[in-house]
């Protein structure tokens, strides 16, 4: 197990660096620079803001600066907020966007199993029916389109709760709620069809004759087994519910880090790009190998055959 | 099977209850202090600044979210009043010298930092030596070229040293221009042209990062700032002029999605709104609607070294078949007044005319003579067919639909057609800077409140000139018009310039831009500068 552990951590280490230096290259070969205005530009203004940040620099020179600044997990001021890093930009957004991400996953994996769960034993009666007609929706409707009706029904026509902003727990209900629909759909149906495989298969049968109890079969034998495709999914929701999203984010003038994704492609704010590409990747990579970690614990075939086939 | 859904019927009830009790608490708490604020009459004006200023540091945030707010932080030398004109500010008068280069401000004597500190005429020099200072890096160092010695400290040939502008003594700066510049007293009200308080940027480089560390001279001092989120700024008793001052705070919100701010609006949450642009139509004619004008031209770029628009002719053929007020009209439908000429509304010549008055309209809609001229210009060329012709606009709901509409009016009053190309904004700006559209959209916004700054865009080595379009005369009139101390014959040679640039029409003109803000009935004077920055000096809320 230690040696899988650090044979992943290894490969971990070797995809970040080459996303990192992929989007570095193909971060040049966009055209324009932080720099492009539509107004008038004067040359000697260009030219000392690209001194200041090290634009003037050879290709090579840049990548081992930006290298560095890996390494170092200092990736300097952002070019569009000069006096800001990017460190403190991430520092300050990041949890903000994990406090809603966090409760997001939550909501959406309690309503999402337990809507899956009464489908699956319900299968094709009443509750099966409006469960799955929420997942539908759930799954169909945008965020943003449940986002804005959300605000323009409880904030605006009702006024029970703010429009936007995020300072208080009442601020974060709507965010959550519209966040918190999309992955409950998703793991509703995959609860509900790995569910119905479950409860076909011969070991429940047999648990059923021998007499257990019906909560204890799904809880204990079914729902453990019908899982697995959940917590599959469950490492790049994890990755990208917990690093922010920009529209949400943006509606719901919520400061967290999602913007800068966006925001730093448009305005070609190399060193925001670069420091939250690094950031997502090397955390969306830990998601996994932590998802990779859990299969072993869930399911003992895995682990085994994992270490076989070494 | 019953006990387990009791289980988690229960577990999903206390989680729903726990949620609800949260929000209730937290919701009285909050209406509870608002509602002492305005019981114990704190006038709290409630804005939205769109997203985190750039930087609160007067040489780095050449953007409004940056100026918006420093504006009322701070304050230069002069700062424009109601009427949008230059009135005394942290300067209690000047002199000007007879050949209109050398300025002697004089400092107010009661002219404080909101730590007490005196401004002195060395924290200016100490600033604006800063803005030019190549380390510096500011974005808005060239408006600081037209004092002497400004562009060489700037570029790297010269020193600070020669930087003409000097502190003769603590409320005395005495500053020489390269040229007579009429307008230097509507620059400086630029927040470029802040001063910084010398011995609070010594100690502590980084002061305008953090509200704690921030010391300002203007209406409001910064009070609180979470950044990314909210500032708040409270009146500054340390203002040389506060008793002008009527609101006590301001909130600002950093709201960047307009139908958000206009439900924040609606719930009053905000004093102020942008109007989202599917709900125009409905909001422009309420009561609570303000327009004011905004100096900035919306414009098309012909190529002229791409053919067909080599020939001036077939140039003013398109320019001729396009109907602004139809576009206007019915398509950005934001009442903006659609342009004839490239200068927009609102600059007054010294004998007190508008420029645009005078110069009139410069292109008309006028299909009959658009045929002609398009006829005349292919037989010049010998063309028996126009060459193929791609219209590129950079991405955006509303620059499609101008484009969309231009298309057909080309179509429909010349038969001429045209294909459509949208690119990204920075992808389409490098394209247009390099010269490889023939026909693309444009947008320019005044630097500065004079009409010069909208006419010194299409000299031969403007950066702004990206049409290819190169005119001996023209750039002459320029030049003499930025030399010339004389007023009159300024104006005289702008008009002269005007009127070649439409003669020989490199660009056609759409609409000019306008400011359109929802404002509640209760708030008054905020004031909106065509040229300038948000002031809110004179606001008041009831």
Same mark, same amino acid.
Not at chain 2, 469 to 489: F, G, M, T, V
């Given at each position: ?7 992943r ?21 966009l ?81 999402g199993?337990?809507l899956?769960?009464?489908?699956? *034993? ?23 389109v *449940? ?26 209900v ?37 007499? *257990?109890?019906?909560?204890? #079969? ?5 729902l ?7 917590? +599959? ?11 922010g999203? /920009? ?28 420091g ?22 869930? @399911? ?11 | ?15 729903? *209850? ?12 909050? %209406? ?24 609160f @540091? ?26 949008? +004109?230059?009135?005394?500010? +942290? ?10 280069? %050398? ?9 404080k930092?909101?730590?007490g500190d ?6 200016y020099?100490?600033?604006? $030596?800063?803005l ?9 160092? /060239?408006?600081?070229y037209?004092?002497?010695?400004g562009e ?18 603590d ?5 020489? !221009? ?5 307008? /230097?007293?509507n ?21 305008f ?6 010391v ?30 009527? !609101? ?19 719930s ?6 942008n109007i ?16 004011q ?17 080599q020939?001036?002719?077939?140039? $003013? ?7 602004? =007020? ?7 439908k ?10 927009s509304?609102?600059? %007054? ?24 001229l398009l ?20 991405t ?19 038969g ?12 389409? !700006? ?7 559209? =023939? ?20 000299? +031969? ?13 023209y ?31 490199? #660009? ?8 359109v ?26």
């Amino acid at each position: 197990m230690a040696k899988y552990i650090l044979k992943r951590f290894i490969y971990m280490i070797v995809t970040v660096f080459i996303i990192a230096t992929l989007t570095f290259f193909l971060m040049n070969l966009l055209p324009g620079s932080p720099f492009n205005e539509e107004r008038t530009t004067n040359e000697a203004v260009q030219r000392n803001l690209e001194a200041h940040y090290h634009l003037d620099e050879p290709l090579v020179v840049q990548y081992v600066l930006y290298l560095k600044s890996i390494v170092t997990l200092d990736f300097g001021p952002s070019i569009k907020q000069p006096t800001e890093t990017v460190n403190s930009l991430l520092g300050r957004g990041f949890p903000i966007s994990a406090e809603l991400g966090i409760w997001t996953i939550l909501i959406a994996l309690i309503s999402g199993v337990a809507l899956g769960v009464f489908a699956a *034993l319900k299968h094709n009666g009443v509750i099966d029916y409006i469960a799955m007609t929420i997942a539908v929706l759930g799954i169909s409707i945008p965020n943003f389109v *449940l986002a804005t009706l959300l605000i323009q029904q409880l904030a605006v026509n009702l006024g029970v709760l703010p429009a936007a902003t995020w300072s208080s727990p009442q601020h974060m209900v709507l965010p959550i709620v519209a966040l918190a629909t999309g992955p409950m759909a998703i793991i509703a149906r995959l609860t509900r069809s790995s569910m119905l495989e479950t409860l076909t298969q011969d070991y429940i049968k047999m648990a059923r004759a021998k007499g *257990l109890s019906p909560a204890k #079969i799904i809880v204990k034998h079914a729902l453990k087994n019908a899982l697995m495709p959940v917590v +599959t999914i469950l490492g790049t929701l994890l990755a990208g519910v917990l690093t922010g999203t /920009f529209v949400i984010e943006k509606i719901f003038a919520i400061p967290g880090m999602g913007k800068y994704f966006v925001e730093g492609i448009n305005q070609r704010d190399y060193p925001v790009i670069m420091g939250t590409t690094v950031f997502y990747s090397a955390f969306l990579v830990l998601m996994l190998f932590l998802v990779d970690i859990a299969y072993g614990i869930l @399911d003992p075939r895995i682990k085994l055959h994992k270490e076989g086939g070494k | 099977m019953k006990k387990w859904w009791t289980v988690f019927m229960g577990v999903l009830l206390v989680a729903v *209850l726990a949620a609800c009790t949260a929000s209730e608490s937290a919701g009285e708490s909050d %209406e509870g202090s608002s509602e002492g604020e305005s019981d114990s009459g704190t006038k709290t004006l409630l804005l939205n600044n769109g997203e985190e200023p750039t930087s609160f @540091d007067p040489s780095q945030g050449f953007d409004a979210v940056s100026w918006n707010a420093l504006n009322n932080l701070m304050e230069g030398l002069t700062r424009l009043g109601k009427d949008h +004109t230059p009135e005394p500010a +942290t300067a209690e008068k000047w002199e000007i010298s007879e050949d209109g280069k %050398e300025y002697t401000f004089f400092i107010r004597e009661d002219a404080k930092w909101s730590n007490g500190d005196d401004v002195t005429a060395g924290d200016y020099e100490f600033a604006w $030596k800063r803005l030019l200072d190549p380390e510096t890096a500011s974005p808005a160092a /060239f408006l600081g070229y037209f004092i002497e010695g400004g562009e060489a400290f700037n570029n790297g040939e010269g020193s600070a040293d020669d930087v003409m502008v000097e502190a003769v003594s603590d409320k005395e700066l005495k500053v020489t !221009l390269s040229a007579p510049t009429g307008y /230097f007293l509507n620059i400086i009200s630029n927040p470029a042209f802040f001063p910084i308080n010398e011995s609070v940027a010594t100690e502590n480089p980084e002061w305008f990062a953090e509200a704690d560390s921030f010391v300002g001279n203007g209406p409001f001092a910064l009070a609180e700032w979470k950044h990314d989120s909210e500032m708040l700024m409270k009146k500054n008793e340390e203002y040389w002029d506060h008793e002008t001052v009527k !609101l006590d705070e301001v909130h600002w919100a950093m709201v960047n999605d307009t139908n958000t701010e206009y439900q924040m609006y609606e719930s009053g949450e905000l004093d102020t709104s942008n109007i989202p642009s599917d709900m125009a139509e409905q909001l422009l004619d309420s009561e609570e609607v303000s327009i004011q004008d905004q100096a900035g031209t919306a414009f098309y770029r012909f190529n002229v070294n791409e053919e067909p628009f080599q020939n001036k002719k077939i140039r $003013k053929a398109l320019a001729m078949s396009v109907n602004q =007020q139809e576009i206007v009209d019915y398509v950005t439908k934001n009442k903006e007044e659609p342009a004839y000429g490239f200068v927009s509304y609102g600059f %007054e010549s010294p004998s007190g005319e508008d420029f645009r008055e005078h110069n009139g309209k410069l292109v008309e809609p006028n299909v009959e003579e658009a045929k002609q001229l398009l006829e005349e210009g292919m037989e010049e060329e010998g063309y028996d067919e126009l060459p193929a012709i791609t219209l590129s606009y950079n991405t955006s709901e509303d620059n499609k639909k101008i484009a969309e509409t231009i298309q057909q009016m080309f179509k429909e009053n010349l038969g001429v057609e045209v294909t459509l190309e949208n690119a990204e904004w920075n992808v389409f !700006l490098e394209a247009q800077k390099a010269l490889e559209h =023939q026909l693309s959209r444009s947008s320019f916004l005044a630097d500065y409140a004079d009409p010069i700054n909208f006419l010194e865009s299409f000299t +031969t080595d403007s950066s702004m000139n990206r049409t290819g379009w190169s005119n001996e005369e023209y750039d002459q009139l320029i030049a003499d018009a930025k030399n010339e101390a004389d007023e009159e014959k300024r104006w005289e040679l702008m008009y002269e310039a005007e009127k070649l640039l439409f003669e020989e029409m490199p #660009i056609f003109p759409v609409h000019f831009y306008n400011q359109v803000v929802l404002e509640k009935d209760n708030v008054s004077d905020i004031v909106r500068h065509p040229v300038g920055y948000l002031e809110l000096k004179w606001a008041d809320k009831q």
